[in-house]
T-cell receptor, first 116, second 113 residues
Framework: AQKITQTQPGMFVQEKEAVTLDCTYD???????LFWYKQPSSGEMIFLIY??????QNATEGRYSLNFQKARKSANLVISASQLGDSAMYFC?????????????FGQGTILTVHP | AAGVIQSPRHLIKEKRETATLKCYPI?????VYWYQQGPGQDPQFLIS???????DKGSIPDRFSAQQFSDYHSELNMSSLELGDSALYFC????????????FGEGSWLTVV
């Protein structure tokens, strides 16, 4: 079974509008971490935001926020005021196991296209 | 701020050759990870090291080996290369001090011909 599911292969958004990228996860661990990464066409993997399973507040980093709903096992990424440079592949990932060395499992990714 | 440094950025090898990728983690990061991303795929975990000891192992072929050295840099050695090894290889690093976040390098593009 998929541990990380991103059901949106592609999303389109108008510049300056907000967009939500969906991510659901499956784990029996009590302690885990959820990550979002951006991968532009140039290939690098850029860290955006992190949410720990025990964090009570939703994480925010600038224009990025993570809508963490633990009971529903969802960790959606919200990008506010989209910019043309936001066009990229976005991956949701989860870390299980030990904090030190605990591997990331990635979802299939969502390609975001921002229209002018 | 210093990031994860990977070298080389690009390399082309022939089948059955050997390739070595190097990774220099962010200073004071104690954990290094290696991932492989095939074309159009999500990254797959290969192996990780914590304080120079292997911490976790994923779908790493027996032809591949990796280690972390005393200065915390890591190397991924790939032998008997196959066409299917063509991929983007990422190194990533983390530490408790970085809030458990995991930062990736820019990746090394390996093409096997």
């Amino acid at each position: 079974a998929q541990k990380i599911t991103q059901t949106q292969p592609g999303m389109f958004v108008q510049e300056k509008e907000a967009v939500t990228l969906d991510c659901t996860y499956d784990t029996s661990d009590q302690s885990y971490g959820l990550f979002w990464y951006k991968q532009p066409s140039s290939g690098e993997m850029i860290f955006l935001i992190y949410q720990g399973s025990y964090d009570e507040q939703n994480a925010t980093e600038g224009r990025y926020s993570l809508n963490f709903q633990k009971a529903r096992k969802s960790a959606n990424l919200v990008i506010s005021a989209s910019q043309l440079g936001d066009s990229a592949m976005y991956f949701c990932a989860m870390r299980e196991g030990p904090v030190r060395g605990g591997k990331l499992t990635f979802g299939q990714g969502t390609i975001l296209t921002v229209h002018p | 701020a210093a990031g994860v440094i990977q070298s080389p950025r690009h390399l082309i090898k022939e089948k059955r050759e050997t390739a070595t990728l190097k990774c220099y983690p962010i200073p004071r990061h104690d954990t290094v990870y290696w991932y492989q991303q095939g074309p159009g795929q999500d990254p797959q975990f290969l192996i990780s090291f914590y304080e120079k000891m292997q911490s976790d192992k994923g779908s790493i072929p027996d032809r591949f080996s990796a280690q972390q050295f005393s200065d915390y840099h890591s190397e991924l050695n790939m032998s008997s290369l196959e066409l299917g090894d063509s991929a983007l290889y990422f190194c990533a690093s983390s530490s408790r001090g970085s809030g458990n976040t995991i930062y990736f390098g820019e990746g090394s593009w390996l093409t096997v011909v």
